[in-house]
């Protein structure tokens, strides 16, 4: 017997604080006055987005519980190229500074230098020029 995994409740659903958060953020969408399939659940969208991001599934592997992974494959890309993400990511940086507060005076970035696996040697020729 095939045992099919709930995601309900657990930690791939977004907590409701964070939605109310994130919700003014989405752009509104207007009922279509020619009919047609209604819009898909956004709340569920995001979930489905947060559950992709978290696990780095394929667009198409994701549960059916959050809807076509081609439809909220299409709403990241819609939201993405209207910069939904980066207020989110702004807004929610500004309210954890207000709350416990961020070292601004103190930033650092980690980086290595290494040498590429396939590098070749110093002096070899170089594939772009004439022999």
Same mark, same amino acid.
């Given at each position: 017997m095939?045992?099919?995994?709930?995601?309900?409740? $657990? #930690?791939w659903?977004?907590a409701?604080?964070? *939605?109310?958060?994130?919700?003014?953020?989405?752009?509104?969408? $207007?009922? #279509? $006055?020619? /009919?047609?399939r209604?819009?898909? !659940?956004?709340? &569920?969208?995001?979930d489905?987005?947060?559950?992709?991001?978290?696990?780095?599934c394929? *667009?198409?592997?994701?549960?059916?519980?959050?809807?076509s992974?081609?439809?909220?494959h299409?709403?990241?890309?819609?939201?993405?190229?209207?910069?939904?993400f980066?207020?989110? *990511?702004?807004?929610?940086? !500004?309210?954890?500074?207000?709350?416990?507060?961020i070292?601004w +005076?103190?930033q650092?970035?980690? /980086? #290595?230098?290494?040498?590429?696996?396939?590098?070749?040697?110093? +002096?070899? &020729?170089k594939?772009?020029? #004439?022999?």
């Amino acid at each position: 017997m095939l045992v099919r995994k709930e995601f309900r409740g $657990s #930690s791939w659903r977004m907590a409701d604080a964070f *939605w109310r958060q994130f919700e003014p953020l989405l752009p509104r969408y $207007s009922v #279509s $006055s020619r /009919g047609g399939r209604p819009r898909a !659940k956004l709340r &569920q969208v995001m979930d489905g987005i947060f559950y992709v991001l978290r696990t780095g599934c394929q *667009w198409k592997a994701l549960p059916r519980e959050f809807g076509s992974g081609s439809t909220v494959h299409r709403y990241f890309q819609e939201w993405t190229e209207q910069g939904v993400f980066g207020k989110a *990511w702004q807004r929610m940086l !500004k309210r954890y500074d207000q709350r416990r507060g961020i070292g601004w +005076n103190w930033q650092s970035v980690d /980086g #290595s230098m290494t040498k590429a696996p396939l590098g070749g040697e110093k +002096n070899r &020729q170089k594939p772009y020029r #004439s022999r």
